[in-house]
C-alpha cells in the first residue's frame, strides 16, 4: 500500500521557519522525482520544489527561491522541505508529490502552513 504521510506543518509568525517532511512507504522511494506542492485558499495547486532521484538536483519556484530548500534521505524514503523567512502569503495546505520516469504519480494527503502574527 502506498502512503505519502506529511508532518511538520503548524502556525508561525512572520519571519519563523518550518520543516515539513514526507515519509513515503509502499513504493521504490529512490527512483521517484520527490516535490512539494502548495494550495491556497482559493488558488490552484502550485509547484514549490523539486528533488531528483539522488538529490543532486533541485529546482524551485520564484517565489521560494533563497528561502526554502528540499532535499531527501533515500535510507529513510523521505523528503524534507526547510521553509526560513516565511510570508503571509506562503499560507497553505502543502504536498508532497512523487513521481516516476514511467509517469507512476502519488499525492499526499497534506499539512497545513499558517504564517500569521
Known amino acids: 500500500q502506498v502512503q505519502l504521510v506529511e508532518s511538520g506543518g503548524g502556525l508561525v509568525q512572520p519571519g519563523g521557519s518550518l520543516r515539513l517532511s514526507c515519509q513515503a512507504s509502499?513504493?521504490?522511494?529512490?527512483?521517484?522525482?520527490m516535490s512539494w506542492y502548495r494550495q491556497a485558499p482559493g488558488k490552484e495547486r502550485e509547484l514549490v520544489a523539486a528533488?531528483?532521484?539522488?538529490?543532486?538536483?533541485?529546482n524551485y519556484a520564484d517565489s521560494v527561491k533563497g528561502r526554502f530548500t528540499i532535499s531527501r534521505d533515500n535510507t529513510k524514503n523521505t523528503v524534507y522541505l526547510q521553509m526560513n523567512s516565511l510570508k503571509p502569503e506562503d499560507t497553505a495546505v502543502y504536498y508532497c508529490?512523487?513521481?516516476?520516469?514511467?509517469?507512476?504519480?502519488?499525492w499526499g494527503q497534506g499539512t497545513q502552513v499558517t504564517v500569521s502574527s
Open positions: 508529490y512523487a513521481q516516476s520516469v514511467l509517469l507512476y504519480t502519488y
Open positions: 528533488v531528483s532521484t539522488a538529490g543532486g538536483s533541485t
Open positions: 509502499g513504493f521504490t522511494f529512490s527512483n521517484y522525482v
